[in-house]
């Protein structure tokens, strides 16, 4: 696909959607990107798995401290304001609901809201999942952030997913170069379009049944 | 700009409902939010649940609460006053308040539950005695645990040592107690701290509730005078 | 009865059985005694379940900081290596078995080491557990100091408590006023006795079979 | 006088016997005792189970004992490599290590538990994934539970920034991570720490993990200068 959004333009249709004051756990890959898109004025707190609240931007080249990283393991800073605590109490934060949203990337979503994002195989030769099932049940709110096909052009998008489930039922809403859809008990709803691109063409890479709002409100 | 300094104790109760869910943090006087529980009383607020270690000694703090007449039910480890007969040990002789006996490392745990996601979990405190009548008990590895559930609260009342505008609290020595446990335990979380300093003065290594679990905070000066 | 220890005496000799490194908690009342028969050189670190290692003795008379109590809710001072912890880590120091000890006080014990110390009534006017269950349960050895009979006489050493338990099966050794006794699989074995008092004054105030030493080791 | 320092890396390791469960600390490099797991490669120690976030990356640490053929079986939560194909990979294509898969926020609760006396608890993680098969799950308040058990360590390697002699312990930064939970749930917890310091230094509201939890500390001044 030509038209869409880029990665950066993706990453930045999802931080316009995150208002001051959330706590917010950002998946590894380009959900990381997100960040960058908080203007620092709006104070939007970054949680990491490893024990960090009020994550920073990367430092500044050659100023990294090599005892602060991410769960991405790069090199972060951290706010005015941050605090360090141990992995249960991180976890605590995540599993016991106290997280406003995380994003995650995925490999597929399906029309139910299951998440697929940390293997496409049980045969896996080195399997990871890092803590995307625990902040998958656990944050208030969990977006997707992806590409809205394979590199092969098949949907992400699925009526049910065919790789192992990271949860069940979670998604709440996903983000791609084409649009931002809403899973809601009336089915996947078509929220925005990426510039240049229309309701058709995302039906078109899309396996699961979209609705337009208009037809949603309906 | 995230800001959950509030400038007054009604306005940091404001909205607490009857019949809400309190826990209180403190053991014995100390860390008590003696000033909200008694803005509580102010408040209005009736047909508590009031959850915490002690049932209060004295005329300050839960004890006005109790006199007042708000808290009809009391979760609790230790209602027995050192000082003699106490406000909750008339009520309760008279039939005028409930109670229920939770071990105390039990009522912490189940508080860190309710914080931590855990909805229930198993513990050899209270096998074979009263405390696990009506539970289900399971044999792990040969030993016999009772099985005991999260206790959310709608509100909790913390006492802080520092806060910053984050939220972000520290305790000082053993005023630390449940207030921390507390604190992740219910739906909103009120402090009150006897410093309020500028974000960014307290470590982030030194940091013991960060501000994620915290929704308002209240500066109480006198605080810095005694516990 | 007249011979026998008092109770500075009973908390010294508990005192004397506690080696240095020990991680221990003392109950409220008479436990509490025990560490001031602890010499400074030995370093014992008392726990209190209201968050703190490393008590040390009361504070002189005007000097007590006031956001620094015991269990017992008594003024004390905090030891140089001392630390304090809220209470879920508290209890998980005690319910992880992490105390090599706890000294606890006691309405009854039984021969099979049954401990009933919280209530001699269900239809207690204001009953109150505290954190007894689960040191019961939880530290590595539990002991109990109390005086060996009741105001008015009656034996606190039993076959069945007839008061509520604590907890069943955890009492590994007692200490009263008149001796020293083991609870063994074997039964409860005098270990020693104090000034003044024969074998025979032991059985005679304690309702469950004593063996001595000799008949244990038989 | 309670002393736990210990003067070497092979002082601290004595006795950490074949076929033991060794908990180590770390999140990627940051915060893992390098120091020990290599220690325990000259140690001698072998068929063990490893359990550790990560599988270890490069050729330092944890990849040098998988190298060594040391470890039967890696307890993890993230075996893949951001470098590409690692020591562990290797093995474990191979067919010549064991791998158990445990979601993070899991594997911290099994640790934590297992340090506070809690033998199983419950948790919506891993609810309708492969993780729950063979586990038993249950409805509580109408969400689906999977039932988990205590993880308990022989040993566990922690990685601290300050030490004193009674083992009471600070974490620089992210370096936090496992270690502090870690220490709470082995037999045996060694310690290496870039600072050991008077007793007393430690301000006792900044001790994250008191002595109790501790056994051995080694001071290793090179963490001073990386993580």
């Given amino acids: 696909m030509s038209a869409g959004s880029n990665r950066t333009a993706m990453a930045a249709r999802v931080a316009r959607d995150i208002p001051e004051g959330w706590y917010v756990n950002l998946g590894i890959g380009m959900p990381t990107l997100i960040a960058d898109h908080v203007p620092a004025s709006r104070e939007v707190v970054f949680h990491s798995e490893n024990g960090i609240l009020g994550l920073g931007p990367a430092p500044p080249a050659g100023q990294a401290d090599p005892w602060l990283i991410n769960a991405g393991k790069e090199a972060v800073t951290l706010r005015r304001g941050g605090s360090f605590f141990h992995h249960a109490d991180s976890f605590a934060m995540i599993r016991g609901g106290h997280l406003d949203l995380c994003v995650l990337g995925a490999f597929q979503v399906a029309e139910n809201g299951d998440l697929a994002n940390w293997t496409t195989s049980l045969n896996d030769t080195a399997p990871a999942i890092g803590g995307a099932m625990d902040l998958a049940v656990g944050a208030q709110r969990l977006w997707v952030l992806m590409e809205h096909t394979t590199r092969d052009g098949r949907p992400r998008i699925v009526r049910r997913c065919s790789y192992p489930l990271t949860a069940s039922g979670v998604v709440r809403r996903i983000y791609t170069d084409l649009a931002v859809i809403e899973v809601t008990g009336a089915g996947l709803v078509v929220r925005d379009l990426a510039a240049g691109v229309d309701f058709a063409t995302v039906q078109a890479h899309t396996e699961a049944a979209l609705l337009a709002p208009e037809q949603a409100a309906a | ?227």
Avoid at chain 2, 58 to 69: D, E, I, M, P, Q
Avoid at chain 2, 143 to 171: F, I, K, M, P, S
């Fill in chain 2, 1 to 227: 700009m995230i800001d959950r300094t509030v400038p007054t104790i009604a306005a940091a109760l404001d909205g607490i409902a009857d019949g809400a869910v309190v826990l209180l943090g403190g053991f014995g006087s100390v860390g008590q939010a003696d000033a909200l529980i008694e803005g509580l009383v102010e408040q209005g607020a009736s047909d508590l649940t009031v959850v915490a270690n002690n049932a209060g000694g004295g005329n300050a703090g839960l004890s006005r609460l109790l006199a007042a007449g708000r808290v009809r039910r009391l979760v609790c480890t230790f209602p027995r006053a050192r000082s003699g007969p106490s406000v909750f040990e008339e009520l309760y002789r008279a039939g005028r308040i409930e109670l229920e006996i939770v071990p105390q490392g039990t009522l912490a745990e189940r508080l860190r539950a309710a914080g931590a996601g855990i909805p229930a979990f198993y513990t050899a405190t209270g096998a074979g005695t009263v405390i696990a009548e009506g539970k289900e008990t399971r044999e792990i590895g040969g030993r016999t645990y009772v099985l005991e559930h999260a206790l959310h609260g709608d509100v909790a009342l913390v006492a802080a040592w520092q806060a910053d505008r984050w939220g972000n609290l520290t305790y000082r020595a053993s005023g630390r107690n449940f207030n921390p446990v507390m604190a992740t335990a219910a739906r909103l979380t009120v402090v009150q701290a006897a410093y309020l300093l500028p974000l960014g003065d307290i470590a982030p290594e030194h940091v013991v509730t960060p501000g994620i679990f915290v929704d308002r905070v209240v500066e109480v000066p006198a605080m810095r005078e005694g516990a």
